[in-house]
């Protein structure tokens, strides 16, 4: 194993002589990111192809489109975000200027997941670069032809004493760990997260962990049930339902849950009429989550698919209904296209249901009904989510994205990826014309000026 110490010591180096600094060179780097990975699209197709069967398409507009989206968004709006920012100063220090200036965190270190291997791995990248920091950058060993790809685009565009990239398991994570960085980003599962914030926590390092869990859909019958069913099966089936984000299980209100299965039939068998064999339709990973997957199928009641393929690690888009609370599909994130349905009687009673679990990354809900819409959203804590539709929400650089409690601190995506990765300094610049005498002793009966002023 490499001397990955050694390797933070180059950057920490490198940080000191203030090189990753520059808007110039910020912008730069920034510029051959992007080039780098254009230059490659083929291959980063052709590896997504490898690693979990996505197709083009699937892999422009999850992956290549947004990393190139948020490098593009950070390029535009670099000058704006590390400007000075003046703000007002109050009465008692009226003669001098306040402001704040934007400082990069330092040499940080980024976790990727291997769901969306790309997307995860180069958006908390190009916002390193774009707040000049360094950074130790580590995929997950899964998704293998992606983080063979990256490790070479990265070694050939930035030296290692800015960028590096480690491929590995374990081993590499713990080592990796062990090290003080001055920011970790983290995304993966709650599980892993925990650790890290840990071991982060032994250095007061500060971290941002994008996490996962069971996000739910909340679907009470007053929109279209096949607009429905096309938007929540289109956000489900997405990386065959490896996606942080996608809809875990819906609580529908009782009495549609007939038109709904019946809808989510007709739409999934129009997305994918033979799922098994289709070309366009994602793989699991790998075998350890595929037969995961499968024991969650086996013994429930199966209303649509189920059926699977072990040598293509394919599995049908596949609903269960009914579900109890209790089932073994209902007490961990599914992480594949498998989606249990529950009915709710009352508003109340579905959010009471969720506010009872782990406050989620996401939630959906399809709804005409205005006040039920604002009721789920002032009361039940969650990351982000969409109305009448699902997962859509990422894809706006304008808005920030993270988790809350186990799902997550910190957000990032934009601007706020910008702030994730630096920090700001208050300064008070006071001016030297004049000198106030009122807060230097003798205080006398000063305290009378003082309260008028305070
Ligand atoms: P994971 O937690 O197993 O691994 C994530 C990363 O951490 C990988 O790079 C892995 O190599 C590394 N890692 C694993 N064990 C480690 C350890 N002990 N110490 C340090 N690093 C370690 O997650 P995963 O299986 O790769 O991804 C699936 C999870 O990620 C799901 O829970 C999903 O919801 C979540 N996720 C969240 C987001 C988000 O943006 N919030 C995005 C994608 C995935």
């Given at each position: 194993m490499k001397d990955y110490s050694a390797m933070l010591a180059k950057q920490k180096?490198?940080?000191?002589?203030?090189?990753?600094?520059?808007?110039?060179?910020?912008?730069?780097?920034?510029?051959?990111?992007?080039?780098?990975?254009?230059?490659?699209?083929?291959?980063i197709i052709a590896a997504l192809h490898e690693d979990l069967g996505k197709s083009p398409f699937e892999s422009y507009a999850t992956e290549i489109g947004i990393a190139y989206g948020e490098i593009r968004y950070l390029m535009k709006h670099l000058r704006k975000l590390m400007a000075k920012k003046?703000?007002?100063?109050?009465?008692?220090?009226?003669?001098?200027?306040?402001?704040?200036?934007?400082?990069?965190?330092?040499?940080?270190?980024?976790?990727?997941?291997?769901?969306?291997?790309?997307?995860?791995?180069?958006?908390?990248?190009?916002?390193?670069?774009?707040?000049?920091?360094?950074?130790?950058?580590?995929?997950?060993?899964?998704?293998?032809?992606?983080?063979?790809l990256m490790a070479r685009i990265i070694s050939e565009t930035f030296s290692e004493e800015y960028i590096a990239l480690v491929e590995g398991g374990h081993e590499e994570n713990t080592a990796l760990l062990e090290l003080r960085y001055d920011m970790i980003f983290f995304t993966g599962s709650p599980n892993v997260g925990?650790?890290?914030?840990?071991?982060?926590?032994?250095?007061?390092?500060?971290?941002?962990?994008?996490?996962?869990?069971?996000?739910?859909?909340?679907?009470?019958?007053?929109?279209?049930?096949?607009?429905?069913?096309?938007?929540l099966m289109w956000g489900k089936l997405l990386n065959a339902g490896q996606t942080c984000v996608g809809p875990d299980y819906v609580l529908v209100k009782k009495g549609y849950e007939d038109a709904l299965i019946s809808a989510i039939r007709r739409q999934s068998a129009r997305m994918y009429p033979e799922p098994l064999s289709s070309e366009?339709?994602?793989?699991?990973?790998?075998?350890?989550?595929?037969?995961?997957?499968?024991?969650?199928?086996?013994?429930?009641?199966?209303?649509?698919?189920?059926?699977?393929?072990?040598?293509?690690?394919?599995?049908?888009?596949?609903?269960?209904?009914?579900?109890?609370e209790t089932d073994p599909v209902m007490q961990e994130e599914i992480f594949g296209p498998v989606l249990p349905i529950l009915t709710y009687s009352s508003l109340d009673e579905a959010i009471a249901f969720i506010r009872k679990r782990e406050k989620p990354l996401a939630l959906y809900i399809f709804s005409k009904d205005k006040a039920a819409i604002g009721k789920v959203h002032s009361s039940v804590s969650f990351g982000g989510g969409c109305v009448n539709?699902?997962?859509?929400?990422?894809?706006?650089?304008?808005?920030?994205?993270?988790?809350?409690?186990?799902?997550?601190?910190?957000?990032?995506?934009?601007?706020?990826?910008?702030?994730?990765?630096t920090r700001r300094k208050s300064i008070v610049n006071e001016a030297t014309w004049i000198?106030?005498?009122?807060r230097f002793a003798p205080f006398g009966n000063k305290i009378r000026l003082l309260r008028k002023l305070m």
């Open positions: 180096e490198f940080f000191l002589s203030g090189k990753t600094l520059p808007y110039k060179a910020r912008k730069e780097n920034l510029g051959k990111l992007l080039s780098a990975l254009k230059a490659n699209e083929d291959a003046r703000v007002a100063s109050p009465i008692t220090i009226f003669k001098a200027s306040s402001y704040t200036v934007s400082e990069p965190m330092g040499n940080t270190l980024i976790f990727s997941p291997w769901n969306y291997p790309l997307q995860l791995t180069i958006v908390p990248l190009a916002a390193a670069i774009a707040g000049g920091n360094t950074a130790i950058v580590k995929p997950s060993r899964y998704s293998k032809s992606t983080s063979a925990r650790i890290v914030a840990e071991k982060a926590a032994r250095t007061l390092t500060p971290c941002v962990l994008e996490l996962g869990g069971k996000s739910p859909v909340i679907i009470d019958g007053t929109l279209d049930m096949d607009l429905t069913a096309r938007r366009e339709y994602p793989k699991i990973i790998n075998e350890k989550h595929f037969d995961r997957l499968c024991s969650l199928i086996e013994g429930s009641e199966v209303a649509l698919g189920g059926a699977s393929d072990r040598a293509s690690r394919k599995i049908e888009p596949t609903v269960l209904y009914p579900v109890k539709d699902t997962v859509i929400h990422l894809s706006n650089p304008r808005l920030p994205f993270g988790g809350v409690g186990a799902s997550g601190m910190g957000a990032y995506h934009g601007r706020r990826s910008f702030e994730s990765f000198d106030l005498p009122i």
